[in-house]
Structure formats: structure tokens, C-alpha cells
T-cell receptor, first 113, second 112 residues
């Protein structure tokens, strides 16, 4: 029972174009969402987050959009760079209770020059 | 600059043998977590700790045990390794429950 789903295992984009990574969730109790980036042979690193009270959060080239009614979030990278090639995990959490962070299955992004 | 280190980085072990993975932090964070990463499953929580000697199970805890006798160390033990436990294991730490994770570099475990 996957509460957080990333339905695209991979995505290929050309340098300079926009990358859009998608994530769907099933539990409406999630309060916040995060994106992590992972390079090979390294641990995931935090990229950007968004609270459920917002619908958009920007940080430089990275923007996360949240559509609560659709239980969907997306990460936009503009412009994409070859160094962005990595696996991206979305994660969802709750501020109350003991529900731990739930991660999606990841999307491998390849940005070609 | 790593505030969290995992050891070993790679290990090959035989089915039925015990294995212990170590996570060491220098950040004095209260919360520590063990995850495993597998293709098609993403990151799944095995066990976590909310203080010295305080631990609890995650979603895939069967076959694993943990111990935390000091703030800085969180050990993951496979009592009798099985091939299904071949995976990459990540430790994470956080000062706030469920937020602001810092992950270690991972341990690649192969059970043959």
C-alpha cells in the first residue's frame, strides 16, 4: 500500500529545458512534503519542501507545487542542468502522531547537454 | 564535513550469519533512523530511535533489531541474514522528528 507514489521511474530532458517530476499521495492527513535528491553512491540530500498550507514554494531554479485537492505535487527545475541528473525522491510527513516520513519510489532524471 | 558516517560502506556476507551496521553522528541530534533502499520500493523505514535506549519499529522491521546505547551511535543488526536483506541501507538523523533529515552515504549489503 504505497502512500506516496512516483509513477515515472525515469525522465530525460535536454539542458536548458524544464524538468517536471511528479508525485501523488493517498493520505490527506499529510502536513508537509519534501523533495530529496540522490547521486550514485551518496545519501539523499534535502532539496526543497512545502507545507500543506501553501500551494507553491520556490528556491532558485527549483519550485514545488502542491495541489491538495488532487493529492499531487510536482517539482519543476528551470533551467535544467547536467548536474541535476540524479534520482529524486518525494516524501510526505505529518506534524501530529507518530507517522514517519513516507518516501516515494524515486524518479531518475537525466539531463543531457 | 560529514556529521553522520556509516560503516562499513560495503559488505558481503553469507546467508544465516549475523551482521551489524553502524551509524555514527557528531551532531547530537535526538532522532536517528534506518532505511533500506530497493528498486521499485524507494526508501522504507526499518527502525528509528527517539533517544538513548528508545527505539521503535518502522514498516519493514522483521528480521532486524537496533540498539542505541549512546546518542551518537545507532546500530542495525540482522540476526540471521537472508538474501531478501540484500539492499542499500541508509542511516538518517534529525533534530526534529520527521523533518530535516541528514542521510549517511549508505552501506551496500549483499547476502549470498
Amino acid at each position: 500500500d504505497q502512500q506516496v507514489k512516483q509513477n515515472s521511474p525515469s525522465l530525460s530532458v535536454q539542458e536548458g529545458r524544464i524538468s517536471i517530476l511528479n508525485c501523488d499521495y493517498t493520505n490527506s492527513m499529510f502536513d508537509y512534503f519534501l523533495w530529496y535528491k540522490k547521486y550514485p553512491a551518496e545519501g539523499p540530500t534535502f532539496l526543497i519542501s512545502i507545507s500543506s498550507i501553501k500551494d507553491k514554494n520556490e528556491d532558485g531554479r527549483f519550485t514545488v507545487f502542491l495541489n491538495k485537492s488532487a493529492k499531487h505535487l510536482s517539482l519543476h527545475i528551470v533551467p535544467s542542468q547536467p548536474g541535476d541528473s540524479a534520482v529524486y525522491f518525494c516524501a510526505a510527513g505529518m506534524n501530529t502522531g507518530f507517522q514517519k516520513l513516507v518516501f516515494g519510489t524515486g524518479t531518475r532524471l537525466l539531463v543531457s547537454p | 564535513d560529514a556529521g553522520i558516517t556509516q560503516s562499513p560502506r560495503h559488505k558481503v556476507t553469507e546467508t544465516g550469519t549475523p551482521v551489524t551496521l553502524r551509524c555514527h553522528q557528531t551532531e547530537n541530534h535526538r532522532y536517528m533512523y534506518w532505511y533500506r533502499q530497493d528498486p521499485g520500493h524507494g526508501l522504507r523505514l526499518i527502525h528509528y530511535s527517539y533517544g538513548v535506549k528508545d527505539t521503535d519499529k518502522g514498516e519493514v522491521s522483521d528480521g532486524y533489531s537496533v540498539s542505541r546505547s549512546k546518542t551518537e551511535d545507532f546500530l542495525l543488526t540482522l540476526e540471521s541474514a537472508t538474501s531478501s536483506q540484500t539492499s542499500v541501507y541508509f542511516c538518517a538523523i534529525s533534530a526534529v522528528l520527521n523533518y530535516g533529515y541528514t542521510f549517511g552515504s549508505g552501506t551496500r549489503l549483499t547476502v549470498v
